[in-house]
């Protein structure tokens, strides 16, 4: 059977390679793409997360010169490969002399983030066609969980890269075997050596499940292409760790040592239990809309349209979402960051047939879209506006859990000129009455980009002052022994990371080793308040960062005996 698309298909307003207005609306859909992968990425400091410990482990290799043993603050870290740290360090050095540091560290989030979205628009055209390449995308950048998550730093980007590049080659291996066989074992090497063996276990079982699924791919040419991708990934992927036992067998012999089958398999863990749930919980809102539209795909084929399930279009990114979902709920620790990698199957399957969702459920989607976003761009400019003329109101502080109120956003005639651009054009992109179901995709998509860009334009100053610690290190620097070691207790790995970058400070963990320092830095969190000064020390310093009351840093030193 063949489905009849419900949908508007005026040429005026269908994304495609085609048509009137085709030079303009691909440069459209181009700007769109570069705004949401580089907004973010400048005008702050690094914060308190995964953007932290990164940058921090990429500012230690290029102090050392050493990319291949990654270190945090003086110790090394063992539990990650180097790949997504080497190339942000490498992209710090070569842009570092015209860009702050952090900003020309992040430029290789953005560069992973812009190569992950065109190996998606790659592979919806390699299984869908042209016409379906900006459907993915658009579908993939709409998605809710990405937002702050894929303009960090972090091993899970490289990870996300590596699954769109094999994904690609799988697709690619359909009709090129061996070219799509060596683009495969790249991704497979990628994932490796940003995340470990969690891109190649989730590759790997693809690539058996596939055959044993689906009589389609059961071939000479899919078997090639298996092999090419083996020949070009065991030896990328091995690189690292033949270095590593060249020159460092002892970090060797500690990374191996934290790699564990319980981290993949909950019931073999020990003292750790995985939370079955957690996909259930978490997957509905961070993909969205790219979720519920690869559901309607696969309910849509399943009941025979368009070529049913027995197409590759559905096979591969299906078998891969139910490979990496299978994962996610055994897996002992899941995490949000890493169902980043799950939006690349699931906006290829997403885009499959929008054409065939029916209308009043596109025009849900649509205006849903263009309520939400617009009310809350507004909301974000009126807040803005008055935060600017009167200062912070007490109750919007509360709203954000602001401890200050008060705050006043500096006026940045650059934020405020590209800010108010961007709304103008979100308003002319939404306004023709007009609708279709692609246009749906493209209102949803463009709505999160212009909330996107609010948040890191007007109002990045806001979340820099909440999220940096430049402030709070650069007020403990002068505190700081001008001789001896320094202890930290409850120390987390991103706050070492910042202390070390804004006030050169190399703490011993009161943790891992008997603590013989003159100087003590502890963190405390909310409920700590009441906790007394430890025996035997006395407090010469106290910060925390402006508005936030969850974390408070004292520094100790030594009673006289």
Not at 99 to 117: G, N, Q, Y
Request: hydrophobic share 50%; net charge positive.
């Amino acid at each position: 059977m063949q489905a009849v698309a419900e949908t508007d298909t005026d040429s005026t307003f269908a994304l495609s390679p085609s048509g009137p207005y085709r030079a303009l609306k691909q440069f459209g859909l181009v700007v769109l793409c570069a705004i949401w992968a580089v907004l973010g990425t400048f005008g702050h400091d690094p914060w308190k997360t995964e953007d932290a410990t990164a940058f921090g482990i990429a500012y230690e290799m290029m102090q050392r010169g050493d990319f291949l043993v990654p270190r945090l603050a003086g110790e090394p870290v063992v539990d990650r490969p180097p790949l997504v740290y080497a190339a942000a360090a490498a992209s710090a050095a070569a842009f570092s002399s015209f860009l702050p540091m952090p900003d020309a560290a992040r430029l290789a989030a953005s560069a992973v983030l812009a190569l992950t979205m065109l190996l998606v628009g790659a592979a919806a055209t390699e299984l869908y066609g042209r016409d379906f390449r900006w459907m993915a995308v658009l579908l993939f950048i709409g998605s809710v969980g990405l937002w702050d998550r894929a303009h960090q730093l972090s091993p899970e980007q490289g990870l996300m890269l590596g699954v769109a590049a094999a994904l690609y080659g799988f697709a690619l291996g359909l009709r090129r075997p061996v070219v799509g066989g060596a683009i495969l074992g790249l991704g497979i090497a990628v994932s490796f050596l940003s995340r470990g063996f969690l891109g190649p276990l989730w590759i790997g079982l693809t690539a058996v499940a596939l055959p044993a699924a689906c009589q389609s791919w059961r071939t000479r040419g899919y078997a090639l292409s298996v092999g090419a991708a083996l020949v070009i990934a065991i030896p990328l992927g091995g690189v690292w760790p033949l270095a590593l036992a060249y020159r460092a067998p002892d970090h060797l012999m500690a990374w191996w040592a934290t790699q564990s089958v319980g981290d993949y398999f909950s019931p073999l863990a020990v003292n750790a239990a995985g939370d079955p749930t957690y996909v259930l919980k978490n997957l509905p809102w961070f993909a969205w809309p790219a979720l519920p539209l690869a559901l309607w795909t696969v309910t849509m084929r399943a009941r025979g349209f368009n070529g049913g399930l027995a197409t590759p279009g559905v096979q591969l990114p299906g078998i891969l979402t139910l490979v990496m979902t299978i994962s996610m709920i055994v897996k002992t620790e899941p995490r949000a960051i890493e169902l980043m990698s799950m939006l690349v199957p699931l906006a290829l399957l997403g885009a499959l047939e929008v054409d065939t969702l029916k209308r009043g459920y596109s025009g849900a989607l649509d205006w849903f879209g263009i309520l939400t976003f617009g009310l809350l761009s507004a909301l974000v400019w009126w807040l803005w506006f008055d935060a600017y003329a009167h200062g912070m109101s007490a109750a919007a502080a509360k709203v954000l859990r602001d401890t200050e109120p008060g705050y006043r956003p500096p006026l940045s005639w650059i934020a405020l000129a590209l800010s108010a651009l961007l709304s103008v054009l979100w308003l002319l992109l939404v306004r023709p009455a007009r609708r279709s179901n692609r246009r749906a995709v493209l209102n949803w998509a463009a709505g999160t980009t212009l909330l996107w860009a609010l948040l890191t334009t007007i109002w990045l100053p806001y979340i820099d002052s909440r999220r940096s610690y430049r402030a709070v290190a650069e007020s403990l620097r002068p505190a700081l022994p001008r001789e001896g070691c320094v202890a930290s207790r409850n120390l987390g790995d991103a706050q070492r990371a910042l202390f070390y970058y804004f006030a050169n400070l190399v703490t011993v963990r009161d943790e891992k080793t008997i603590n013989h320092c003159a100087a003590m830095l502890v963190q405390y969190g909310r409920h700590d308040a009441d906790i007394g000064t430890p025996a035997g020390w006395q407090a010469v310093w106290e910060g925390h960062r402006r508005g936030d009351d969850t974390e408070r840093y004292v520094l100790y030193v030594r009673k006289a005996s």
